[in-house]
């Protein structure tokens, strides 16, 4: 829904890349840690390379030792939320 969201922070994800030319202009700084056993990181690695090759500028964080729990991490980090907030349609 890149006309309905003015930033995105998707965390321990993916996506399905064949949609990456529709959100390519969607600021989106995704999380996922290297050792996630619930969902693989390259869901989300692979995401971020398709977005990229389509003339996104995504940001990435990968953690590591937060196996599914990225979130808490992310949602704790100052940057991340001001980082949100500061994002306009």
């Not at 829904?1 to 949609?19: H, Q, S």
């Not at 202009?25 to 290297?34: G, L």
């Amino acid at each position: 829904m890149p006309g309905t969201f003015a930033a995105a922070i998707p965390v321990c994800g993916g996506g399905d890349e064949t949609l990456a030319e529709l959100i390519k202009r969607v600021p989106i700084w995704a999380f996922h840690d290297e050792n996630d056993t619930v969902v693989p990181p390259d869901r989300t690695r692979n995401m971020i390379n398709t977005l990229i090759e389509v003339g996104g500028i995504p940001l990435y964080t990968e953690y590591k030792k937060t196996g599914h729990n990225s979130w808490t991490k992310t949602f704790r980090n100052k940057e991340v939320i001001s980082w949100l907030l500061n994002q306009k349609r």
